[in-house]
């Protein structure tokens, strides 16, 4: 039998709010520099071999930024100017954040059905940091917990990330469902035993459900919480 949905753990990058546009001013940065760099390609690298232990906290920020430039061939005074040119884009961005269109309404209305919602994030700071950029979202309050990848020293996929955000919930796995953009973040969701709802996602992207707005979540929990698709399903 698959059980109701109680409860979500969700990514809050590229879910809740647009975490991409700093990014995108810096390869635009970069293009006028004449250094060859494309997005999200340019980005990848600095994901998976840079970013990663930043948000396990075994790195600052701005050392493991420097050492991607330098290795993507860019010259000492490139950097400075990256560097300097990134800080401010980033500050810009968290001073202008803003929830993606229907987050809000969608997150009131999973709460005022009573489900459960817990914030997983692989982010460089932990989770009272986190919080307050929710709050600062006009989000506070609908989060039973933040769960960072900062205090855990691990990130999506590992299981750890997961088990902790169940644990915050306190439901089952086969009640919960896990909200997302990222495809490795999805398939660690899925291999933990959760439902996978894909928002925001690439093509490529493997989901039990794949919507176009977060305001499509709010249909399908209450979908997939029907007693005859439960029954259905035994």
Not at 108 to 120: E, P, T
């Amino acid at each position: 039998m698959t059980e109701p949905v109680r409860g979500l753990m969700m990514e809050t990058a590229g879910v809740l709010y647009d975490a991409t546009l700093w990014r995108r001013e810096l390869v635009r940065l970069l293009a006028r520099l004449e250094v060859p760099a494309m997005y999200p390609a340019f980005f990848e690298r600095w994901d998976r071999e840079y970013l990663i232990d930043v948000e396990r906290g075994f790195r600052q920020f701005e050392e493991a930024f420097q050492a991607f430039l330098l290795s993507a061939g860019l010259t000492w005074g490139q950097i400075d100017e990256v560097e300097a040119f990134a800080r401010v884009q980033r500050n810009t961005c968290e001073e202008n954040l803003r929830p993606l269109p229907a987050v809000g309404a969608a997150l009131a209305a999973l709460d005022k059905r009573g489900l459960k919602l817990v914030a997983l994030c692989d982010a460089c700071q932990g989770a009272a940091a986190i919080e307050q950029k929710i709050e600062r979202l006009g989000l506070g309050g609908l989060f039973q917990k933040v769960v960072s990848s900062f205090d855990l020293g691990a990130v999506r996929p590992a299981a750890e990330c997961y088990a902790a955000a169940l644990a915050a919930l306190d439901l089952p796995a086969e009640e919960v469902a896990f909200v997302g953009c990222d495809r490795r973040s999805l398939e660690g969701a899925a291999a933990y035993g959760l439902r996978t709802i894909a928002v925001h996602g690439e093509e490529q992207v493997s989901a039990d459900a794949r919507l176009e707005s977060f305001a499509e979540v709010v249909e399908l929990v209450a979908e997939w919480s029907k007693p005859e698709c439960v029954e259905a399903s035994s």
